[in-house]
């Protein structure tokens, strides 16, 4: 056994919690030197996970939820979901995404409440803006949003001043991150709320659901034109999350054009008639 792997032990048992974090993922993925082993990884992982290490806690999870590539020693979601939660609460937001993606596969029937408190977790102990734009979107009840068709409990927190309050928000704070990977998916959500939502008030003005009136229209149109716009920037930016094939990207930008002009016309067509 090499030096490196000796010392990590040592560390390990002497109570280190990263060391025994660094222990179990190596054991769990036959890293450092070290060979797949599920209860070495198991019992070193549980050791940090139970020392509040986040990391540890999002991977020891995936003991308990059978994701099919990662090894589990049990099928238990209460468990699973225990220690997302608290990686969660630790600062990890990969936990909370993981921990929505459970409840979507094995709980859609949850409260809505629960979803939208990890979103609120998201937020406000991971500064995570796109969790923010999400949390927006359903607000505003837009169909766009995923977790809107997945979840029916979300249903009821349909407030849509609020909810793009919160997505104008988020996208200012993520204009000020030099080189942030997330602004086009922001804007596009952004516009994706916004068309839907004024869409459906404007068609239908006489329903009790309308939010936008008059001038208010004009405002939700100007507003989806200004995140339209950003959006195209930051496709021809390429600012993406996961990189794209240039034959992707040049149709992307194509559509978003298309759908500038058309935020344009209707834009300039409701302002002829005021």
Not at 7 to 14: E, F, K, P, Q, V
Not at 47 to 69: R, S, T, V, W
Not at 239 to 262: D, G, H, M, R, W
Request: charge should be negative; aromatic fraction near 10%.
């Amino acid at each position: 056994m090499e030096q490196h792997m000796i010392d990590l032990i040592d560390s390990a048992n002497m109570g280190d919690i990263d060391s025994q974090y660094r222990l179990g993922s190596a054991y769990k993925f036959g890293e450092e030197g070290f060979s797949k082993d599920l209860l070495e990884s198991h019992k070193w992982l549980k050791l940090a996970a139970e020392g509040d290490h986040p990391d540890a806690q999002l991977i020891y999870a995936y003991f308990f939820i059978d994701k099919g590539d990662h090894g589990h020693i049990r099928h238990d979601l209460e468990e699973g979901t225990y220690w997302l939660k608290r990686a969660g609460a630790n600062g990890n937001a990969q936990a909370l995404w993981l921990l929505i993606g459970v409840y979507a596969t094995f709980s859609p029937e949850i409260s809505g409440e629960v979803v939208v408190d990890c979103f609120k977790m998201l937020i406000g102990t991971c500064n995570d803006y796109t969790a923010a734009v999400e949390l927006g979107s359903i607000y505003c009840g837009s169909p766009a949003n995923k977790h809107v068709r997945r979840f029916p409990g979300l249903k009821v927190y349909c407030d849509p001043e609020k909810g793009f309050r919160l997505m104008e928000e988020s996208i200012r704070l993520a204009e000020g991150m030099e080189e942030n990977p997330l602004k086009y998916e922001q804007y596009a959500m952004a516009c994706q709320a916004y068309d839907y939502d004024s869409s459906k008030s404007y068609k239908h003005e006489e329903e009790s659901s309308c939010y936008f009136r008059g001038s208010d229209r004009i405002i939700a149109l100007a507003k989806k034109l200004c995140y339209a716009e950003k959006a195209l920037a930051s496709l021809q930016n390429n600012a993406f999350t996961s990189p794209l094939s240039k034959e992707v990207v040049t149709s992307l930008i194509a559509e978003q054009k298309n759908y500038l002009n058309s935020a344009r016309g209707e834009l300039l067509e409701l302002l002829n008639k005021k």
